[in-house]
């Protein structure tokens, strides 16, 4: 992973911290993509106290907000030739329903349309890499998962695990999506169940409002490192180079749930979201 450039969103806590400390003690060039500059910065310090290593970025991005996301796309681009690694790593569950300020479910929003405009808007910086990656942290929970066309903000009956379970549905189909786009120009995309993990996600922002099952799972949950050992895995293992369109669990690869197989539901996914990101046609 020498000098490999890797952007890694949700970078400062949890899975996406340990993938950031793991990845730049084996020599890689990290950019860590945090929501609050001081945890990002915060971070930054950690990893290079541990790893010795001073290939390190840090950018701040509130996810929930596409205008944000454009404006770190702008400021990559700016920034960095190319882009060797993206982790679609951030993740959060809401105990409530709530809107972002761009009027859609909060889940759905910052697990999958964040990470769908991200990668579009740095697509053309990963097409400059020798053999780019693209890794989605998704989730076993996309099994009883279905989109909800007709009311993705899930305006009626919402509950946050059905609001959950549906935006790591979406990260799947959209891996499988990146995977039949861009596979031929040699870029490779995959998904990741990282298990039960004891990370803050679940977690209120303001550290209330937080699911009963979430407070569970810290209690038999594994920890960050162990749960990161699979996206590890995909970013820097060799034998991974030309596999493509994977939803790993443990580092094998396994069958997703059937609905993330339908062609059908990956164009319509494929375009709603990007109507719903402002994007006239896709990038991808």
Same mark, same amino acid.
């Given at each position: 992973?020498?000098?490999?450039?890797?952007?890694?969103?949700?970078?400062?806590?949890?899975?996406?911290?340990?993938?950031?400390?793991?990845?730049?003690?084996?020599?890689?060039?990290?950019?860590?993509?945090?929501?609050?500059?001081?945890? *990002?910065?915060?971070? &930054?310090?950690?990893?290079? %106290?541990?790893?010795?290593? +001073?290939?390190?970025? #840090? $950018?701040?991005?509130?996810?929930?907000?596409?205008?944000?996301?454009?404006?770190?796309?702008?400021?990559?681009?700016?920034?960095?030739?190319?882009?060797?690694?993206?982790?679609?790593?951030?993740?959060?569950?809401?105990?409530?329903?709530?809107?972002?300020?761009?009027?859609?479910?909060?889940?759905?929003?910052?697990?999958?349309?964040?990470?769908?405009?991200?990668?579009?808007?740095?697509?053309?910086?990963?097409?400059?890499?020798?053999?780019?990656?693209?890794?989605?942290?998704?989730?076993?929970?996309?099994?009883?998962?279905?989109?909800?066309?007709?009311?993705?903000?899930?305006?009626? *009956?919402?509950?946050? &695990?059905?609001?959950?379970? %549906?935006?790591?549905?979406? +990260?799947?189909?959209? #891996? $499988?999506?990146?995977?039949?786009?861009?596979?031929?120009?040699?870029?490779?995309?995959?998904?990741?169940?990282?298990?039960?993990?004891?990370?803050?996600?679940?977690?209120?922002?303001?550290?209330?409002?937080?699911?009963?099952?979430?407070?569970?799972?810290?209690?038999?949950?594994?920890?960050?490192?162990?749960?990161?050992?699979?996206?590890?895995?995909?970013?820097?293992?060799?034998?991974?180079?030309?596999?493509?369109?994977?939803?790993?669990?443990?580092?094998?690869?396994?069958?997703?749930?059937?609905?993330?197989?339908?062609?059908?539901?990956?164009?319509?996914?494929?375009?709603?979201?990007?109507?719903?990101?402002?994007?006239?046609?896709?990038?991808?």
């Amino acid at each position: 992973m020498e000098d490999k450039i890797i952007l890694i969103t949700g970078a400062n806590s949890g899975i996406g911290k340990a993938t950031a400390k793991a990845l730049a003690a084996m020599g890689g060039q990290i950019i860590l993509v945090t929501r609050q500059a001081h945890s *990002g910065n915060e971070t &930054l310090e950690e990893i290079k %106290q541990e790893t010795g290593s +001073n290939k390190l970025h #840090t $950018y701040t991005c509130d996810l929930s907000s596409l205008t944000q996301i454009r404006e770190l796309g702008a400021t990559l681009h700016r920034n960095f030739d190319r882009i060797d690694v993206i982790i679609n790593n951030a993740g959060i569950i809401c105990k409530d329903r709530k809107l972002t300020e761009d009027g859609f479910e909060y889940q759905f929003a910052v697990n999958h349309l964040a990470h769908f405009l991200l990668t579009q808007l740095v697509v053309d910086l990963l097409r400059k890499s020798e053999s780019a990656r693209i890794i989605n942290v998704s989730s076993m929970a996309h099994k009883t998962g279905k989109i909800n066309y007709a009311d993705l903000s899930l305006e009626q *009956g919402y509950t946050s &695990l059905k609001a959950y379970s %549906q935006s790591k549905l979406a +990260n799947v189909i959209f #891996t $499988y999506g990146l995977c039949s786009r861009l596979f031929k120009e040699g870029i490779t995309a995959n998904a990741v169940h990282p298990g039960i993990v004891g990370s803050r996600i679940g977690f209120g922002r303001n550290g209330s409002s937080t699911h009963w099952l979430m407070k569970l799972h810290q209690k038999i949950a594994k920890s960050p490192e162990k749960g990161a050992e699979t996206s590890i895995f995909l970013a820097s293992s060799p034998t991974i180079g030309e596999k493509s369109g994977g939803y790993y669990i443990n580092k094998k690869a396994v069958p997703s749930s059937k609905l993330s197989y339908d062609p059908d539901a990956a164009t319509a996914l494929w375009n709603i979201s990007l109507k719903m990101c402002g994007l006239e046609k896709s990038l991808i």
